[in-house]
């Protein structure tokens, strides 16, 4: 299978503690983004990655949120001291830049529970 | 602010019937559209795209409208079939980013 994979797919942790996911995109995609869903709402977008240089992020992503994309191939998504309001699904979408085509496809997420 | 919106949350249709699923969008800097269908415990799945000098784009079973003016679009499934059975996203696009932002969803149940 050589779509979007994300690891882990569920992630229970205790209010405080530090999470990291990540994300491996389809191979020849340039572009990588991160959204975030919650229960009856569509995904938000958080960041996005032009190989590996960060150019957007979402006045969603607070300081305690960190992405990085070290050599324009996978991604890391850390979340430190989580709060209970972290609680969603985080999903990541890659797309190849070309003009006139905008899909991006979908990983199956990881969901987040703060407790 | 949302600007994608979809006011219906849930939609039954008959098996064999035609779904409609309706989108409309405030931000007049979108120039492409797309619709998405989401499964239970996955990520969501392209479906079809349109760009917004089109009003139609038809793959099989699924054909998109966009009605610029009204900034309406909608998804047209005809025939419905059980399989079909699932949340409907519609998003636009737009920016140097090419971020989507996303409606709310509709539930499509399709009855056998």
């Known amino acids: 299978d050589t779509g979007v994979s994300q690891n882990p797919r569920h992630k229970i942790t205790k209010r405080g503690q530090n999470v990291t996911f990540r994300c491996d995109p389809i191979?020849?995609?340039?572009?990588l983004y991160w959204y975030r869903q919650t229960l009856g709402q569509g995904p938000e977008f958080l960041t996005y990655?032009?190989?590996?240089?960060?150019?957007?992020k979402s006045r969603l992503l607070s300081d305690r949120f960190s992405a990085e994309r070290p050599k324009g191939s996978f991604s890391t998504l850390e979340i430190q001291r989580t709060e209970q309001g972290d609680s969603a699904m985080y999903l990541c979408?890659?797309?190849?830049?070309?003009?006139?085509?905008?899909?991006?496809?979908f990983g199956p997420g990881t969901r987040l529970t703060v407790t | 602010d949302q600007q994608v919106k979809q006011n219906s949350p849930s939609l039954s249709v008959q098996e064999g019937r035609i779904s409609i699923l309706n989108c409309d969008y405030t931000n007049s800097m979108f120039d492409y559209f797309l619709w998405y269908k989401k499964y239970p415990a996955e990520g969501p799945t392209f479906l079809i795209s349109i760009s917004s000098i089109k009003d139609k784009n038809e793959d099989g079973r699924f054909t998109v409208f966009l009605n610029k003016s009204a900034k309406h679009l909608s998804l047209h499934i005809v025939p419905s079939q059980p399989g079909d059975s699932a949340v409907y996203f519609c998003?636009?696009?737009?920016?140097?980013?090419?971020?989507?932002?996303f409606g709310s969803g509709t539930q499509l149940t399709v009855l056998p």
């Open positions: 998003a636009g696009n737009s920016g140097s980013a090419r971020q989507l932002t």
């Open positions: 990655f032009q190989n590996e240089a960060q150019l957007e």
């Open positions: 191979s020849e995609h340039n572009r």
């Open positions: 979408a890659s797309s190849l830049a070309q003009a006139g085509a905008y899909e991006q496809y």
